[in-house]
């Protein structure tokens, strides 16, 4: 569960790099407020560590960058921060800025879990949609094989795909294609 830092009435984006830089919980920032993030699953953990190991490897020479879970996407137009699962950018401000977030991923991936499913399907993919540089916006099922992928098509066309299991996953914005399984690798030694 989301539960929001009430002893501040307001903090700057400035206070809050500040405090995340010291802070044992990681908080997201929307508009002032902070927001402590639950820990992850087992299943939250391997999943994006998949992706990781996945998308690292894929994305090695080519200019491109994955973050995984304590890399933070600023979308200052709306004063928000958000830590997503997994975000790509292949933008030079990122790459060479030292700043402690990005501001121009191509491609975020989130993990769904039963706390924050809602969030990320709803207010979060609406709130990445106003990034221009992003291309896709994928969902990651933990409790079923099965993935979801949203392609900009426009400005306010994003195009849904469903990946099942036995089929392929594809994230086109950087080339990236792998059985759906290979996301899911070592699941089957969790017990039940």
């Known amino acids: ?49 998949n992706l990781s190991a996945l998308l690292v490897n894929h994305l090695r020479d080519t200019g491109c960058i994955a973050y995984a879970t304590d890399m933070k996407v600023r979308l200052p137009d709306l004063n928000l921060f958000y830590y997503a699962d997994l975000a790509v950018t292949c933008d030079d401000r990122d790459r060479t800025s030292d700043e402690d977030f990005i501001l121009h991923p191509k491609l975020i991936i989130e993990v769904l879990s039963d706390s924050t499913e809602a969030f990320d399907r709803g207010d979060k993919f609406s709130n990445y949609k106003s990034i221009p540089e992003l291309e896709e916006y994928v969902l990651v099922h933990q409790k079923q094989v099965l993935v979801e992928r949203f392609q900009r098509k426009s400005d306010n066309l994003w195009m849904p795909q469903i990946y099942r299991a036995g089929e392929t996953v594809e994230f086109a914005s950087i080339g990236f294609a792998c059985a759906i399984a290979d996301l899911y690798e070592n699941l089957e030694q969790l017990s039940k």
């Open 1 to 49: 569960m989301m539960t929001v830092i009430k002893s501040h009435a307001y903090f700057t984006p400035e206070e809050y790099l500040e405090i995340e830089r010291v802070s044992p919980i990681k908080h997201e920032y929307l508009q002032g407020q902070l927001i402590a993030m639950a820990g992850a699953s087992k299943a939250h953990v391997i999943i994006a560590g």
